[in-house]
Antibody, heavy 124, light 108 residues
Framework: QVQLQESGPGLVKPSETLSLNCSVS????????WTWIRQPPGKGLEWIGY???????KYNPSLKSRVTISIDASKSQFSLKLDSVTTADTAVYFC??????????????????WGHGSLVTVFS | SSELTQPPSVSVSPGQTAEITCSGD??????GNWYQQKPGQAPVLVIY???ERPSGIPERFSGSSSGTTVTLTIRGVQAEDEADYYC???????????FGGGTKLTVL
């Protein structure tokens, strides 16, 4: 059974870069879209972007200028970098697996499974 | 505001049927997916491709689609179904992933 686990600093200072890793175990990283999703405290879910196992990416237009998602298939890991963070970026960050088929860049079925989530607080 | 519109809250008594709707312009062309999220936990996929149920999800969860609306139906609601539910699909241009604002299901 595939499992995902986020890791990275829980505190980031304003204007710095948020960096998180997601380790994938129990299954192949090939043929799937690997996704980052975040949830500010008490609020809803926001899709950040995804990386295909080949390295191609797609990002939320509202975050595109600050986001980089990359993958290291040899280590079964993918990562998130978010530049120039502000307090509005404080959130629980989830990694998840998306299906290998998209329509116009949108996965045709849901994200499953998810990691447990990693709280990142932007705090000076 | 989200491009997928959900009611903020739905309340139902145990054993009754709960229906949660999600409306969006891209839904006639893109599938809708549903997630259940309990406090302090990661979301869990409960319905994908409008009406398909992942293995391990109880049969009381079902989905349907009509035009610009997808609906999550929970028949015979149990106390353990109390949670936030999110729909997910494409934005109005059909080129980006979006989530609905979420619906809090309260079991009275």
């Amino acid at each position: 059974q595939v499992q995902l686990q986020e890791s990275g600093p829980g505190l980031v200072k304003p204007s710095e870069t948020l960096s998180l890793n997601c380790s994938v175990s129990g299954g192949s990283i090939s043929n799937y879209y690997w996704t980052w999703i975040r949830q500010p405290p008490g609020k809803g879910l926001e899709w950040i972007g995804y990386v295909f196992y080949t390295g191609s990416t797609k990002y939320n237009p509202s975050l595109k200028s600050r986001v980089t998602i990359s993958i290291d298939a040899s280590k079964s890991q993918f990562s998130l970098k978010l530049d120039s963070v502000t307090t509005a970026d404080t959130a629980v960050y989830f990694c998840a697996r998306g299906p290998g088929i998209t329509m116009f860049g949108v996965p045709i079925s849901g994200f499953d499974p998810w990691g447990h989530g990693s709280l990142v607080t932007v705090f000076s | 505001s989200s491009e997928l519109t959900q009611p903020p809250s739905v309340s139902v008594s145990p054993g009754q049927t709960a229906e949660i709707t999600c409306s969006g312009d891209a839904l006639p062309k893109h599938y809708g997916n549903w997630y259940q999220q309990k406090p302090g936990q990661a979301p869990v996929l409960v319905i994908y491709k409008d009406k398909e149920r992942p293995s391990g999800i109880p049969e009381r969860f079902s989905g349907s689609s009509s035009g610009t609306t997808v609906t999550l139906t929970i028949r015979g609601v149990q106390a353990e179904d109390e949670a936030d539910y999110y729909c997910q699909s494409a934005d109005s241009r059909g080129t980006s992933v979006v989530f609905g604002g979420g619906t809090k299901l309260t079991v009275l």
